[in-house]
């Protein structure tokens, strides 16, 4: 089942019990009810962790020996209000209702859990206390009081819960609390009622089993300065009281649980100080424990006890403020007082021990009943007036050990009465809404106990009678004399089984040995040792050993042994266990029965204390003796299921037209006609008052299986009725969206439109207006033009108008004369100007003057060129022969060589000086000079270029009119000379060089030596003078000069060839001459570049 959630809890949602159930959730409804099915029922919703299961508005709570997430404040919540069959089955179910119908109907309450030992009471007993304080109201007080009552549990059950075999934490007492509300039904404190504790465990524990709790607690949890203070060692083993074999329990935390009951003790209300005396008390029980005795002989011959170790003695008296010989003396002897007699005896050593034990048990039990008191006083309501009530009860369960004493029996008989009283109430409540409801009451079948709790109280014969009478009989009495008796008045009891009884039919039964009685409980058969009845229904402590307390320095002891006071010597014997325990049980059931009952019956899943176990045969034995069949027997008699007439219509009314959706009058008619129209036979159901009851819960499984047919149905619908809406609304969402996108697309292509439209209109607005415009502008432009003709013709017209008519006013060819007039004085003062200014009479002067008027152009250079030409001719006027001459060389060298030879541009500046050598001054030339009969035009030094090598030799040339001579340099020699007339043609080259080749004619005189390779710094003064002497001396007008790189020149027997290449520059030398074979001279030139 899917846990609701707060919110889903808080929503009207109805849901039932029947919904989503596992098994059946409540055993009415069980289908066919044999035991097999019921325990099957139960099996399977353990199984699936659902430990509440109803039988009409019984609980039946299986423990899960687990923490189970269904104990949340959010179950709390979800079950807060609700009405009892709303939810799935839970404990807090049943507390909502008993609360609610305490505040909303004043009806006290009581919830009575039984079930046997380890079964979950006390913790379901928690469950519904800590649920109503939960719910209830809130406030600093409320609150106050809440705490204090669930605080009050922790030390009860410190105080009063021991490990058994059966259970970790067994209440060895029984309890019951009455939670005491205002008118409002917020709690205003409480009483609680002990039942009888088991305070033997206090000296002896059976086997696997511990004394109480606060023993091992104080011991594990107390602070070393506390154990000092009150003499304790932490060690259990030290203690004969403490049994040791289970001293440490699994999954129990005696430290911390000691600080929890600390904390509790202070909460509910406990001053410092009487938590000390208490724990005090604890520890002398401990130190009691482990005070022994030792025999000693008397001179009487009987022995008599000693203590044997006093230092334990002495400081449980330290302890208990008690005077130590006193204590020890009432270990030894014993005083018996008759009327006015007082006879004192001695105790021998087991006497002794009986006494410590009786001590110590007494201590504790009253310890313990203190603490209720104690309790009872801080949680008790302020207020006098009536309080509303709400009583828990959560008693010892139902015990069956292998050794069965008082305890047991009086435990048995207990849960004999509330077996008893859960008979009667559930039968009369039955009866009652039977009554209530008007149904015809049928009557049942169901194992009474009555019968089993009458052999135990009945104040003639029964047995606690007996066992009192026993104990008062004077004379010697035992526990077989008691058997005896008993053996005697309950013979004839159904329920009494005896080896000795006069029933013979247990003579020969040996599963019963001969000290003890077996009783058929209602839960089952448990056989009672008689050992000890006699002394724990007396529950004698020896006066000595009260008086002893009541002496006490203590304050705490003193209350708890008022006895003790010898003022007030009380001869008459105290009431016995057995008849105390009779009353109180029977104050509890008259309690009881003034109340609203609620059941909570806890059964036991396994006897290993172990979650997911059910032991079948275990579950069988107490649901048979818990009477649960008989329980669902009872309810199911006549009708098996019963509903109020609103829930039924509300849940069925689905199945029925007329009901469907709405049921307009009476629930009951409504639920009437349902039944009608679903045609359910009349037997199988009654109308009561408030409520339909049906007879069999087939009708209730066949109208649920309809519902739920009916249900899908519906969710069809629903689900059908959803779609279409759903699918409508998203239509009309599509619907929408496409209208308004519809509407921006319209507007937005409009929008386009308009545009276009727009643009394309002032389109051809520009274009028309552009066209009128020009046309206009044109228009004016032709008008303007004709406007400006027609200004222009009548100009014209006008000026000729006035030209006609003035030309008679003026002579003729006066302008012409006029214009002639002016040129001849511009003229004038033009050529005035020139003469004025004329420029430098230098040939080379390039100055001239600017032209006034544009008309003198062609005058203007024709006089500057003119002028030119007069200048130069008086410069040349002033010119004497000579150098004239010297002109006419320079002329006739640049017509030879210019733009021809590179060497020639060098040659311009240098004036032609002719004769360099003076030869006729020079006296070693003497000789020379007077072998020349011609004046010498040209001397100069040169080279002559040996073919052989290409290496020059210096020589003298001279040139006269018609010679040229070739001398020795250094004698004056004539080595050869040559008439002019012979030379044929000059060789030279293209280059910046001085060579150069003089051809001799063939066949001349002169040409036997060959031509000649000359090498001259004035090649082009030379070459000059040559041409012009040689032109003029024969007639010979023509001497060739060839310019070119490469010629031949005729040496005496060959010709080779002088090739000129363009060569490094080399610094100082000007052309080099190298012989490359007998053909080819090669002279590199420098490069001019
Ligand atoms: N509802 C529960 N959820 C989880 N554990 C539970 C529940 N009820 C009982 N128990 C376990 O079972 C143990 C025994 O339960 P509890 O002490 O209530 O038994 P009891 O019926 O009071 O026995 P006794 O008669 O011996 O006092 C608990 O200590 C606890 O461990
Ligand atoms: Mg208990």
Redesign the pocket.
């Known amino acids: 089942r899917p846990p609701l959630n707060k919110h889903a809890a808080n929503m009207e949602v109805k849901t039932s019990l029947l919904d989503n159930m596992i098994g059946v959730g409540d055993m009415v409804l069980l289908e066919p009810l044999t035991e097999d099915s019921f325990i099957e029922n139960l099996r399977n919703r353990f199984d699936h962790n659902e430990?509440y299961t109803y039988i009409g508005s019984v609980v039946i709570?299986m423990?899960?020996?687990?923490?189970?997430p269904i104990f949340t404040p959010e179950k709390v919540e979800e079950y807060r209000n609700r009405n009892f069959y709303e939810l799935s089955p839970h404990i807090y179910a049943l507390a909502d209702e008993a609360y609610r119908s305490l505040r909303d109907q004043d009806k006290d309450q009581c919830i009575l859990i039984t079930?046997?030992?380890?079964?979950?009471?006390?913790?379901?007993s928690k469950?519904v206390m800590s649920y109503v304080a939960a719910v209830c109201g809130k406030g600093q007080e409320v609150n106050k009081v809440k705490e204090q009552l669930l605080q009050s549990n922790p030390v009860l059950e410190a105080f009063g819960?021991a490990k058994?075999v059966?259970?970790?934490?067994?209440?060895r007492f029984g309890k019951y609390m009455d939670i005491e509300f205002d008118f409002k039904g917020d709690p205003v404190g409480g009483v609680i009622s002990n039942y009888l504790l088991e305070k033997s465990r206090v000296v002896k524990q059976p086997r696997g089993e511990r004394n109480f709790h606060i023993f091992y607690q104080l011991l594990s949890g107390a602070s070393d300065d506390t154990l000092r203070k009150l003499k304790l060692d932490r060690d259990f083993s030290k203690y004969n009281y403490l049994s040791l074999d289970s001293a440490n329990v699994n999954g129990l935390d005696d430290a911390a649980n000691f600080r929890t009951v600390r904390n509790a003790m202070q909460i509910v209300g406990f001053m410092e100080d009487e938590v000390q005396s208490v724990l005090e008390l604890v520890a002398a029980v401990l130190k009691l424990g482990n005070i022994e005795f030792k025999p000693e002989s008397r001179s009487n011959g009987y022995d008599e006890s000693r203590v044997k170790d006093k230092n334990d003695l002495k400081e449980m008296c330290e302890l208990l403020g008690i005077e130590q010989s006193v204590l020890e003396r009432a270990f030894s002897y014993r005083t018996v007082e008759a009327k006015l007699e007082k006879v004192s005896t001695t105790l021998n050593v087991s006497q002794a021990y009986y006494a410590r034990d009786a001590l110590a048990k007494n201590l504790y039990s009253r310890l313990f009943s203190w603490l209720v008191t104690r309790i009872n006083e801080s949680i008790k309501a302020q207020s006098k007036t009536r309080h509303k009530v709400m009583g828990v009860l959560?008693i010892?369960?139902f015990e069956i050990f292998e050794d069965n004493s008082f305890e047991q029996f009086i435990i048995n008989y207990c849960n004999e009465k509330l077996q008893q009283i859960f008979i009667e109430l559930t039968l009369r409540e039955e009866q009652e809404e039977y009554i209530r409801e008007d149904i015809e009451w049928t009557n049942i079948e169901y194992f009474n106990n009555a019968v089993i709790c009458d052999l135990i109280e009945n104040n003639q014969n029964g047995i606690l009678a007996m066992l009192d009478e026993e104990c008062l009989r004077p004379g010697t009495v035992t526990d077989i004399t008691f058997l005896d008796k008993l053996n005697t008045v309950c013979a004839e009891h159904q329920h009494f089984e005896s080896r000795l009884s006069k029933n013979s039919k247990f003579l020969t039964d040996h599963s019963l040995p001969h000290s003890c009685f077996r009783i058929q409980h209602y839960a089952g058969k448990v056989l009672y040792r008689v050992e000890g009845f006699m002394d724990k229904n007396n529950d004698l402590l020896y006066r000595d050993l009260s008086q002893a307390m009541y002496k006490a320095n203590h304050k705490l002891i003193k209350q708890l042994f008022p006895e003790g006071n010898p003022a007030k010597v009380n001869l008459k014997r105290p009431p016995t266990a057995g008849f105390q325990f009779k009353h109180s049980v029977g104050t509890l059931m008259r309690n009881l029965q003034t109340k609203n009952p609620n059941y909570i019956r806890?059964v036991k899943p396994n006897d290993k204390?172990a979650p997911r176990i059910f032991t079948d045969s275990l579950v069988r034995h107490q649901v048979a003796y818990l009477g649960l069949m008989e329980n669902v027997r009872v309810r199911r008699a006549g009708y098996a299921y019963r509903q109020a007439y609103e829930p039924c219509l509300e849940r069925y009314k689905m199945l029925c037209k007329q009901t469907w959706p709405h049921w307009k009058g009476p629930t009951r008619e409504g639920v009437e006609v349902l039944m009608a129209d679903l045609q359910v036979s009349t037997e199988e159901f009654a109308y009561g008052n408030s409520k339909i009851f049906i007879r069999n819960p087939r009708t209730l499984f066949s109208l649920e299986e309809k519902r739920r047919g009916c249900l899908e149905n519906l969710a069809a619908l629903i689900q059908k009725i959803y779609r279409g809406w759903k699918c409508r609304t998203h239509f009309l969402l599509l619907k929408r969206s496409q209208v308004v996108v519809a509407a921006w697309y319209r507007r937005y292509a409009q929008q386009k439109k308009y545009t276009q439209i727009k643009s394309a209109t002032i389109m051809v607005q520009s274009y028309s207006r552009g066209w009128k415009a020009r046309k206009i502008l044109r228009e004016l432009k032709h008008q303007k033009r004709c406007e400006e003709a027609a200004t222009t013709i009548a100009a014209y017209w006008h000026g000729t108008q006035v030209r006609r008519e003035y030309r008679k006013f003026f002579r003729a060819n006066a302008g012409r004369k006029i214009y002639s007039f002016i040129m001849q004085r511009l003229m004038q003062k033009y050529f005035l100007g020139l003469k004025r200014d004329l420029p430098s009479m230098s040939p080379i002067g390039g100055s001239w003057p600017t032209r006034p008027y544009r008309f003198l152009d062609t005058a203007h250079t024709e006089l500057r060129s003119i002028f030119h030409h007069w200048r130069c001719k008086k410069y040349r006027s002033r010119f004497t022969d000579e150098r004239k001459a010297v002109f006419e060389e320079k002329l006739q060298a640049s017509e030879i060589f210019k733009d021809k030879k590179a060497l020639y541009p060098s040659s311009v500046g240098q004036p032609f000086r002719g004769d360099y050598l003076e030869i006729s001054k020079n006296p070693k030339y003497q000789k020379l000079s007077s072998a020349m009969d011609e004046k010498v035009l040209l001397a100069d030094m040169v080279n002559k270029i040996n073919r052989a090598n290409g290496k020059g030799t210096a020589r003298i040339f001279l040139l006269t009119k018609n010679n040229f001579v070739l001398a020795d340099q250094k004698t004056g020699q004539v080595k050869a000379s040559v008439p002019l007339p012979d030379l044929a043609s000059i060789s030279v080259s293209t280059q910046n060089d001085g060579f150069f080749a003089l051809k001799l004619k063939e066949g001349s005189a002169g040409a036997t030596k060959g031509d000649f390779l000359l090498s001259s710094e004035h090649l082009i003064e030379i070459i000059t003078k040559l041409r012009r002497t040689g032109a003029t001396a024969v007639n010979h007008n023509h001497l060739d000069i060839d310019i070119s790189d490469e010629f031949l020149v005729q040496f005496k027997q060959d010709k080779v060839c002088v090739k000129f290449v363009q060569g490094a520059p080399k610094n100082g030398n000007g052309a080099s001459c190298k012989r490359k074979n007998n053909r080819l001279l090669e002279v590199s030139v420098p490069s001019t570049a």
């Open positions: 430990i709570s423990n899960p020996y687990r923490s189970l079930g046997e030992s380890g079964a979950g009471k006390t913790e379901a469950l819960n058994t059966r259970n970790d934490n067994s209440s959560d010892y369960g806890c204390k």
